[in-house]
Nanobody
Framework: VQLQASGGGLVQPGGSLTLSCAVS????????IAWFRQAPGKEREGVSC????????YYANSVKGRFTISRDDAKNSVYLQMNSVEPEDTATYFC??????????????????????WGKGTQVTVSS
């Protein structure tokens, strides 16, 4: 199973950025996908999760109304649209997955232990 996050970079406060997570090695439409982030010296934080069906989405309070998670099953990909970013959004962002049919899916979100597979992160820096 491979999850590859991409799309990170440097963005100014108030700007926008879209992260992508490409997934392979699983039956994609059976898996929930989540985004987590970790800033230096801080614990890993759940950002958002989308169910295997795409019908349910979950967000951390800190990003609600600013970030949007979506999935494209035809491309085996999940996206995180980040709007109105703040310096506090600076972190390494990871995507993770868990079986949404036979496993936990998003049920343990925002706890990281609920996700079985993890990818390497992509760095997001919000700075002027």
């Amino acid at each position: 199973v491979q999850l590859q996050a991409s799309g990170g970079g440097l963005v100014q406060p108030g700007g926008s950025l879209t992260l992508s997570c490409a997934v392979s090695g699983v039956t994609f439409d059976e898996y929930a996908i989540a985004w987590f982030r970790q800033a230096p010296g801080k614990e890993r934080e759940g950002v958002s999760c989308i169910s295997h069906s795409g019908m349910s989405t979950y967000y951390a309070n800190s990003v609600k109304g600013r970030f949007t998670i979506s999935r494209d099953d035809a491309k085996n990909s999940v996206y995180l649209q980040m709007n109105s970013v703040e310096p506090e959004d600076t972190a390494t962002y990871f995507c993770a997955s868990d079986d949404g049919v036979l496993g936990r899916g998003c049920s343990k979100f925002p706890e990281h232990y609920g996700m079985e597979y993890w990818g390497k992160g992509t760095q997001v820096t919000v700075s002027s």
